[in-house]
């Protein structure tokens, strides 16, 4: 079954440090999602992405935070300068259709864990 | 403001009875609910979708209502099982300051199902 993938699975990185997480999406996809989970809390929407550009972002989502589409494959989220509240549990996301009226299923992948020290 | 409200964070049941957990929101009407389940570490999984003419959805041991009037929705599992043990999430398109919308999750139930 396709499914999405994402590395790395876990990434320390020292406070202030850049991080790039990588993510591929199910192959006929053309909605990405980056949603993030801080321990014991919610899964929290980040940003999506539709037709190369960002879609919906939530205030989370700050000038910190980017995302791109490199390659026909690729789909990734920096963190400029990382802060110690950045570590969180960060989820790629792909669907077939976008927030329409007929409902777009959204397939996450396993994650990648950063601890930001 | 919108909200997405899973009552009651842990569910503890035996082994072959019913699970019923429940998700609330407000000051929105949408168009149809979602439910997922995470395990520990894990990404959410899709399991149901109900749209808003629909008063029920069934499949295998799952089945979600959504009364749109109640603003409500009820996920059953039904002959539950210790592998049934995880934190089912429902979801729904909120919108956000943008005016767009973007699937928003609720807190999570945790369900514990003793052998």
């Known amino acids: 079954e396709p499914e999405v993938t994402q590395t790395p699975s876990h990434q320390v990185t020292q406070m202030g440090q850049e991080v790039i997480l990588r993510c591929v999406p199910i192959?006929?996809?053309?909605?990405f999602y980056w949603y993030r989970q801080i321990l014991g809390q919610k899964v929290e929407f980040l940003v999506s992405?539709?037709?190369?550009?960002?879609?919906?972002k939530s205030e989370i989502f700050d000038d910190q935070f980017s995302v791109e589409r490199p390659d026909g494959s690729n789909f990734t989220l920096k963190i400029r300068s990382t802060k110690l509240e950045d570590s969180a549990m960060y989820f790629c996301?792909?669907?077939?259709?976008?927030?329409?009226?007929?409902?777009?299923?959204?397939?996450f992948g396993e994650g990648s864990w950063l601890t930001v020290v | 403001s919108q909200k997405i409200e899973q009552n009651s964070e842990a569910l503890n049941i035996q082994e072959g009875k019913t699970a019923t957990l429940t998700c609330n929101y407000t000051?929105?009407?949408?168009?149809?609910l979602q439910w997922y389940r995470q395990d520990p570490g894990r990404g959410p999984v899709f399991l149901l979708l109900i749209r808003e003419n629909e008063k029920e959805k069934r499949k295998e041991r799952l089945k979600v209502t959504f009364d749109t009037t109640l603003k409500q929705s009820l996920f059953h599992i039904t002959a539950s099982q210790p592998a049934d043990s995880a934190t089912y999430l429902c979801?729904?398109?909120?919108?956000?300051?943008?005016?767009?919308?973007?699937?928003?999750f609720g807190s999570g139930t945790r369900l514990q199902v003793q052998p």
């Open positions: 192959s006929n996809h053309l909605y």
């Open positions: 979801a729904l398109d909120l919108f956000m300051d943008t005016g767009r919308r973007a699937l928003t």
């Open positions: 000051n929105y009407s949408p168009a149809y």
């Open positions: 992405f539709y037709n190369n550009e960002i879609s919906e």
């Open positions: 996301a792909s669907s077939d259709t976008g927030a329409t009226s007929s409902g777009n299923t959204i397939y």
